[in-house]
């Protein structure tokens, strides 16, 4: 079964600041989404990749898929408190299985 | 387009009782939904996949006795923890698949075991 490692598990960052996400996967992409969550709650979605080497942006936040389909990363740039929450890299064929997630909190 | 819809939102229960939660399309129709829970500070972990008019099939290592799911409907998913202990205490968040694509997730249950 796919297997998604995400580094760094947590992560504290000074409002302003940029921090980056990764996602690694035993197995190739097919199709690799990110998704933001305050535990207890409800998943938001991001984005959603699915090409090698494909790029996204939404606001602050951009997500990269590797030519090869096994990593992507999460960069977020001048970080602000409204982006802490639990990241999480979901993929897989037939269903989603999520990553072990990264947990921010932006320090003002 | 494509709101799960997700109740309770949260459930407080007696060690030995059963709890049925729901999960709904609203919108469209789902021949397959996703049941995940998550444990405080962990991932969102697949439990089962619900499958309209056949049985679920469970992840490696989830009781299929204890944790039954019904998928009577394209609209209409529902888990029931049955003989409910505190370990069973978590959030539970249900997904289905709109035909366009993607997963659209309900809002989670948060299920407390007393």
């Known amino acids: 079964s796919q297997e998604l490692e995400q580094s760094p598990q947590s992560l504290i960052v000074q409002e302003g600041k940029n921090l980056t996400i990764n996602c690694t996967s035993s197995?190739?992409?097919?199709?690799l989404y990110w998704y933001k969550q305050k535990y207890g709650e409800g998943l938001i979605f991001l984005m959603m990749l699915q090409k090698g080497g494909e790029e996204k942006s939404h606001e602050k936040i951009t997500a990269k898929l590797d030519e090869k389909k096994q990593q992507s990363s999460l960069h977020i740039t001048a970080s602000q408190p409204s982006h802490a929450g639990i990241y999480l890299c979901g993929a897989g064929f037939q269903k989603l299985v999520f990553g072990t997630g990264t947990r921010l909190l932006v320090s003002p | 387009g494509a709101v799960v819809s997700q109740h309770p939102s949260w459930v407080i229960c007696k060690s030995g009782t059963s709890v049925k939660i729901e999960c709904r399309s609203l919108d469209f129709q789902a021949t397959t939904m996703f049941w995940y829970r998550q444990f405080p500070k962990q991932s969102l972990m697949l439990m089962a996949t619900?499958?309209?008019?056949?049985?679920?099939?469970?992840e490696q290592g989830v009781e299929k006795d204890k944790f039954l799911i019904n998928h009577a409907s394209l609209t209409l998913s529902t888990l029931t923890v049955t003989s409910a202990h505190p370990e069973d205490s978590s959030f539970y968040i249900c997904?289905?698949?709109?035909?366009?694509?993607?997963?659209?997730f309900g809002s989670g249950t948060r299920l407390t075991v007393v």
């Open positions: 997904s289905a698949q709109p035909r366009r694509g993607g997963y659209t």
């Open positions: 197995k190739t992409l097919y199709g």
């Open positions: 619900s499958n309209e008019g056949s049985k679920a099939t469970y």
